[in-house]
């Protein structure tokens, strides 16, 4: 398997990608377009629209030639610095439980770091992403943009990263259209 950012010929297979996870998923998330995709995959395309996109944060899991995961972040705010909000996180349902959604996790984190990124926040399960190193949010000062989201809004610090960096967090806009 190879971790690598991706390409323009891979839009299409991400977006079938995150399709397929969010789909299999027992808590896709509203909308559903009109041709049955879930509001994450149609989420990506207008991420990679947006100013807050970052490519080299745009990552996919190939395997055999295949894009089987992807992940991606992109450019938040928090209070009034630029901040890095992961997700969505998906890989095929055929292939999920065999650590590729791990290793797409550290992969962007760990790019993150090399970029200069301070912290990274997301929305989701604190059970499986406590093993990256994500806390709640609010134990380091950081706001979500909703606050009944309480502890599935987790925060990372990254080599960066100094207490200085607390606040309300505003994802990129594109996360306003779902």
């Given amino acids: 398997m190879l ?3 991706e390409r323009a010929a891979d839009v299409a297979a991400i977006r079938a990608v995150t399709a397929a996870a969010f789909a299999a998923a027992e808590h896709a998330a509203p909308p559903v ?3 049955g995709v879930p509001g994450e995959a149609t989420l990506v395309g207008w991420l990679r629209a ?4 970052e490519p080299r944060l745009s990552l996919v899991a190939e395997d055999e030639g295949e894009i089987i995961g992807h992940v991606v972040g992109t450019r938040g705010r928090l209070q009034d610095r630029p901040a890095l909000g992961l997700g969505p996180l ?3 349902p055929a292939r999920q439980g065999q650590g590729i959604g791990s290793v ?3 992969s962007v984190l760990a790019a993150a770091d090399a970029l200069g990124e301070p912290v990274a926040v997301l929305l989701g399960d604190p059970g499986f992403y406590a093993r990256f190193g994500f806390v709640p949010a609010s134990s380091m000062g950081i706001e979500p943009p909703d606050p009944a ?3 599935y809004f987790q925060a990372r ?3 960066a990263y100094d207490e200085s960096w607390r606040g309300r967090y505003t994802y990129a ?5 779902l």
């Fill in 149 to 151: 989201w309480g502890d």
């Fill in 33 to 35: 377009e009109a041709d």
């Fill in 90 to 92: 998906s890989v095929v």
């Fill in 3 to 5: 971790i690598r950012p």
């Fill in 104 to 106: 797409l996790v550290h």
């Fill in 157 to 159: 610090p990254l080599a």
């Fill in 50 to 53: 947006d100013v807050g996109w």
């Fill in 173 to 177: 806009a594109p996360f306003d259209r």
